[in-house]
């Protein structure tokens, strides 16, 4: 690889995006799990939908509703709004993650996140995790209003590094994710966490990954 950039993906890459539930499922009850997917999937079509629709809400907000939505589906207590709020500002990385970070941190490349959360969002994730000291930017879609898999979005890392698309390589581990930043021209690289298929999206990453640590040995 010709990399002179690794850029994460956040959400479901880095930070696990059930962990707010899983830390409330005492209180929320056997469907858990099904409530935090639900929870994540309507937060990802609330974001596809205001792009398209040009009705920009930032991703806080679409949280909030994407929540509201799924606390209503599932009988959730509404007292517990807050609580998982909360929970989601300081989502916690999978396992591998900070060793990961701090290896590659030695290799002289540039690290940074680019993501949909609000600069806010990001900023708390990595300081709450103690990761801050690990990249060189935080890359917020509200610089550009707009978001992934936008080609604007996946524009911001190229300008600030002054290098081509194709000297950056971009973790994921949404498919969509993976083919909206290979079609703009990224090396992409698929986190396949959960032995998942691949979507039909006009690209195919070259390299997958079941987990972080796995990286190293392409990069």
Not at 82 to 100: G, Q
Not at 146 to 165: H, T
Not at 190 to 212: A, G, H, I, Q
Request: glycine share 4%; hydrophobic share 35%; charged share 25%.
């Amino acid at each position: 690889m010709n990399t002179k950039a690794l850029v994460f993906d956040a959400y479901g890459t880095l930070f696990d995006v059930n962990s707010a539930a899983e830390k409330c499922k005492e209180k929320i009850g056997d469907d858990w799990e099904n409530f935090a997917n639900l929870w994540r999937t309507t937060q990802l079509e609330y974001t596809w939908l205001r792009s398209l629709m040009k009705r920009h809400k930032d991703f806080w907000k679409i949280t909030e509703d994407s929540l509201e939505k799924s606390m209503s589906v599932y009988g959730v207590d509404k007292g517990m709004k807050n609580e998982l709020l909360n929970l989601y500002k300081v989502l916690s990385p999978y396992p591998e993650v900070k060793d990961v970070l701090q290896r590659l941190k030695k290799q002289n490349l540039k690290l940074a996140i680019l993501s949909n959360g609000t600069p806010t969002l990001l900023n708390e994730l990595v300081k709450s995790n103690n990761l801050n000291n690990l990249f060189d930017d935080l890359f917020s879609i509200e610089e550009v209003k707009v978001f992934k898999p936008d080609s604007r979005v996946y524009e911001m890392p190229v300008k600030k590094y002054n290098i081509k698309a194709n000297q950056i390589t971009f973790l994921s581990a949404n498919t969509w994710d993976v083919s909206g930043g290979g079609n703009f021209g990224y090396n992409s690289v698929w986190v396949n966490r959960n032995k998942s298929k691949f979507d039909l999206l006009d690209y195919k990453p070259k390299n997958e990954v079941s987990n972080l640590t796995q990286l190293l040995d392409i990069i």
